[in-house]
């Protein structure tokens, strides 16, 4: 499957005054795909032909991401992309699903288990998560290391950084998060820089990347939703990331009661493109321990 194959399988949703692009294949269990940042639901696209054999998958594109709409406005938090998340589950008519998120995608997925942790304890009704496999993500903003590139979108100077990210930073950037011997390739790396400038996206990267203050904002919120929840939760982490490698995963293993870790050594922070055989294989077996208690 190429990128255009990607876009053409796709459909589309309305969102308030803008248009959300999201796949939507397969029969069963539903599981949903939450993709991180820079990227696009085209992360999981080595996942898919086997995912879609045993679940109906659902991935969009968030506001600001892949082939979305990418408005200059203020509509990037967190609350905001992970209400986009049920309008879509909502209008699919999908009840309960199984989550499986990376980078940005994990913090969607905090405040979407936050979201379901209040309403079980309110007796609302809404969807119901049955699971959640987390990959690299900054699920404790402590241990989280910022790029410089993050750090000067961050900063009062943002909006003139993100006009300045040329091909040739951002390729450089990106090929660096992967592990030692799983870079990406020249088309994998095009297919990306293609999604992040489509719809004119690298400039709304200053206000996306506010992210990171969110979780610090809501760490308590988010973190203790995972502390106590009872649906079962797995992370499977790339060690070799930058970013998110050895020292989230101790982290998780210190604050979430019987860690559920799988560490993937010498591979970095998008294992679902670097080693999505031994992700699949982490994945399927997590819901079918989650299968067996039932």
């Known amino acids: 499957m190429d990128l255009n194959d990607w876009k053409n399988g796709g459909g589309y949703l309305k969102y308030g005054s803008h248009t959300v692009f999201y796949r939507d294949d397969g029969q069963g269990d ?8 820079p990227t696009a639901s085209w992360d ?6 086997d995912l879609i054999t045993r679940f109906r998958v659902v991935a ?3 506001l600001g991401f892949g082939f979305s709409d990418k408005p200059n406005e203020d509509v990037y ?3 905001y992309q992970a209400t986009l998340h049920e309008t879509l589950l909502r209008c699919l008519e999908i009840k309960q699903a199984y989550i499986l998120a990376q ?17 079980k304890k309110n007796n609302l009704p809404g969807f119901e998560i049955k699971g959640i496999c987390f990959l690299n993500g ?3 903003p402590e241990k989280h290391q910022p790029l410089m ?3 000067l979108l961050m900063s009062p100077f943002g909006a003139i950084v993100s006009k300045l990210i040329s091909e040739s930073t951002f390729k450089r950037g990106f090929t660096a998060m992967f592990g030692p011997d799983t870079k990406p390739t020249e088309r994998e790396v095009d297919n ?14 200053h206000k996306i990347i506010r992210y990171l203050e969110e979780r610090k904002k809501f760490r308590t919120r988010w973190v203790g939703a995972m502390q106590t929840t009872k649906v079962p939760l797995r992370l499977v982490n790339g060690m070799f990331a930058p970013t998110t490698g050895t020292a989230m995963a101790e982290r998780y293993s210190e604050l979430i009661p019987n860690a559920d870790v799988v560490a993937l050594h010498n591979i970095g922070h998008y294992p679902q493109i670097e080693a999505h055989e031994r992700v699949l294989n982490a994945l399927l077996e997590f819901l079918e321990k989650i299968a067996d208690r039932q």
């Open 149 to 151: 590139i993050q750090k």
């Open 30 to 37: 539903v599981l949903i795909c939450i993709h991180g940042f």
């Open 44 to 49: 999981w696209h080595k996942l898919w032909p």
């Open 192 to 205: 990306y820089w293609k999604l992040l400038v489509y719809n004119n996206g690298i400039s709304a990267s």
């Open 77 to 79: 938090s967190i609350d």
């Open 138 to 140: 900054g699920l404790f």
């Open 60 to 62: 969009p594109d968030m």
């Open 103 to 119: 980078d940005y995608g994990d913090t969607i997925t905090q405040e979407l288990l936050a979201r379901y942790e209040d309403r």
